[in-house]
């Protein structure tokens, strides 16, 4: 109090001298202004991506019957006698390596994310989530020399009629790579589980097993169902691996040791190729594209629903 | 009935100036030279205890004077700290508990807990209480249907429930979630049931409720329930235990506490100078 001099104007004073002045007002207008331009961006790229993908996909259904399509078995679009454009090859083989990766990474991400919520030791926790995150980290090009320079040779020692390119070497990759999504994002559910319930679980005479698997984890189920179906829409968006491990051969069977081709790698073989603009090939990676978009939002949502709907309040 | 079992307590009453305890009463629960330490906190300093069958026993002193700890000790549930370190002797039915070859998960078969929030599974109501028949191997689909209605009964909340025992036990409100979660222990047929502060998140018409309860669950079932409040002890149990800074101070029958301590402490607590 000593310290301001009666003459001195006093504080309320000097706030209401600075109010309305300079920038403040201006900036306060502004600001809004710019955020909501930010935010908007984003939603009006996705618009547009939404919207080139539709215009393109019409204009190949000009040109395509959208059944042939939709029910083709044969897709032969670089056929100079008949190009036939059916895209359930694609999606089989989009499948096939979708399908093993979720064999491999969901039984080893949520026994994984078991141990980090329950057992680990925060020292054992402190080691193994950065590797995790590591793992995460490793760019897909990278996954893709490691499914065709190693796993595939390791496989063939293994199993000797496996070819070159094959959907179960990089399906096991792709595995890999959505396995730190799976573990992380279910241990997330898991560890937000209240510890009150793991009490009154112990206090009923459960050993430490049955309380991980017959009261955490379905507590958690909600939160490590979205995180599988979230990567299982990673896995089916994958690109990079599966161009350069798994071929160009598309196939409608079930098979896993020959070539096949997943809807990715068909766009990135005509996207880097040379197929001139406004060719039926052209136009056919568009739809191709929006198929793929189409799955992707569909898990997207269905995870975002699964998470909402059964989402367990504690 | 309930004159029958009130008789001996009367009883013991009358002879209360015996040194020796009354005989007609089992021990289920002998702690003897009890200490325990969190670290470098001696969170309780040389317990000696005896827990009589069929009977309530409160145990009430101020907060952090170790009524919690020493619930959770007899169900070694205080073990999930892994820094806690304890020595002497807690005989349940003679056999000691704090010894290695004392398998915890069959300790808690016997000893079942209610804890202070209500914790029930996110499971059905049906589910929540067939859940420790099950994992003990109780699988008969029947058999489990009579567990779940026996136990539900004996919780009396099984009119409240019955029509909807599919539904989540996170629909019901707080007070029934409490006797859901009596219900599951009852399911399990245990010996004792320890209860920490069970009445301490519901309102007071579901507190009644509980107390009633706890009053009938005393004819098959021995009880021990940590309270912080007094009343609640002074009206349900037939002993009391006053716990301060980790010593008992002085454990007798309950109307003695209340009407009569022997110690300086435990008068001024019951009286409301501290705590």
């Known amino acids: 109090m000593s310290l301001h001099?009666?003459?001195?104007?006093?504080?309320?004073?000097?706030?209401?001298?600075?109010?309305?002045?300079?920038?403040?007002?201006?900036?306060?207008k502004l600001m809004p202004i710019l955020l909501f331009t930010a935010a908007t961006l984003s939603v009006l790229t996705t618009f547009a991506i939404v919207f080139t993908l539709i215009f393109e996909t019409f204009e190949f259904f000009q040109r395509v019957s959208i059944t042939d399509y939709l029910f083709g078995t044969e897709w032969l679009p670089f056929s100079s006698k008949e190009p036939m454009f059916g895209i359930l090859p694609l999606i089989v083989g989009t499948l096939k390596v979708t399908f093993i990766a979720i064999i491999v990474a969901v039984p080893l991400g949520i026994a994984s994310a078991v141990y980090l919520s329950e057992y680990a030791s925060d020292n054992a926790r402190r080691v193994i989530k950065p590797i995790l995150e590591v793992l995460a980290g490793v760019p897909t090009i990278v996954y893709g020399f490691f499914a065709?320079?190693?796993?595939?040779?390791v496989l063939q020692q293994l199993i000797p009629s496996l070819k070159v390119f094959n959907a179960l070497s990089p399906g096991i990759v792709v595995g890999i790579m959505i396995l730190p999504m799976i573990t992380s994002l279910s241990e997330d559910a898991m560890s937000s589980v209240p510890q009150s319930m793991r009490e009154g679980a112990l206090g009923l005479g459960s050993t430490k097993l049955e309380v991980s698997l017959k009261v955490v984890l379905p507590a958690a189920l909600s939160g490590i169902t979205a995180s599988v179906v979230l990567a299982v829409s990673r896995a089916?968006?994958?690109t990079m691996i599966v161009s350069l491990a798994a071929g160009s051969t598309p196939k409608f069977d079930f098979g896993v040791t020959d070539s096949v081709q997943t809807m990715t790698a068909y766009i990135v073989q005509v996207a880097t190729g040379d197929a001139g603009y406004g060719t039926t090939i052209y136009y056919s990676i568009y739809a191709v594209g929006f198929t793929l978009f189409i799955f992707t939002l569909v898990m997207n949502l269905l995870a975002h629903y699964i998470s909402k709907r059964f989402r367990e309040e504690y | 009935m309930v004159i029958a079992k009130e008789a001996p307590v009367k009883e013991t009453i009358?002879?209360?100036?015996n040194v020796i305890a009354p005989v007609q009463k089992n021990i289920v629960y002998e702690t003897r030279g009890l200490d325990l330490w969190y670290g470098e906190h001696h969170g309780l300093k040389n317990i000696?205890?005896?827990?009589?069958?069929?009977e309530?026993?409160?145990i009430i002193g101020p907060s952090g004077c170790?009524?919690?700890?020493?619930l959770k000790t007899l169900n070694r549930m205080v073990e999930l700290v892994p820094i806690v370190r304890t020595s002497g002797e807690i005989l349940y039915r003679e056999r000691n508990i704090l010894s290695k070859d004392y398998a915890v998960e069959e300790l808690r078969t016997h000893v079942g807990m209610v804890f202070q929030k209500p914790n029930p599974f996110p499971k059905s109501i049906y589910d929540n209480i067939a859940y420790g028949p099950r994992i003990h191997g109780i699988k008969n689909k029947k058999i489990l249907d009579e567990i779940v209605e026996k136990s539900l009964r004996g919780a009396a909340i099984w009119d409240e429930v019955k029509d909807r025992l599919n539904q989540n036990a996170y629909g019901l409100s707080g007070g029934q979630q409490q006797r859901i979660c009596i219900a599951r222990c009852l399911a399990i047929e245990p010996d004792v049931i320890l209860m920490d502060e069970p009445t301490s998140a519901l309102d007071?018409?579901?507190?009644?409720?509980?107390?009633?309860?706890?009053q009938e669950l005393k004819e098959k079932y021995s009880i021990v329930i940590v309270t912080h409040n007094m009343q609640q002890a002074a009206r349900i149990s037939n002993r009391t235990a006053f716990f301060l800074n980790g010593e008992v101070i002085e454990y007798d029958e309950t109307d003695n506490i209340f009407q009569n301590p022997s110690d300086q402490r435990t008068e001024d607590y019951i009286s409301g100078r501290f705590g």
């Open chain 1, 5 to 28: 001099k009666p003459s001195d104007p006093s504080v309320q004073q000097m706030i209401a001298d600075t109010q309305g002045k300079g920038m403040k007002r201006l900036i306060e």
């Open chain 1, 148 to 153: 065709l320079t190693f796993v595939t040779p």
């Open chain 1, 236 to 238: 089916i968006g994958e």
């Open chain 2, 14 to 17: 009358v002879t209360r100036d």
């Open chain 2, 48 to 54: 000696n205890l005896d827990i009589y069958e069929n």
């Open chain 2, 56 to 58: 309530v026993t409160a």
């Open chain 2, 66 to 70: 170790g009524k919690s700890t020493y």
């Open chain 2, 204 to 214: 007071p018409i579901s507190t009644l409720k509980v107390e009633e309860l706890v």
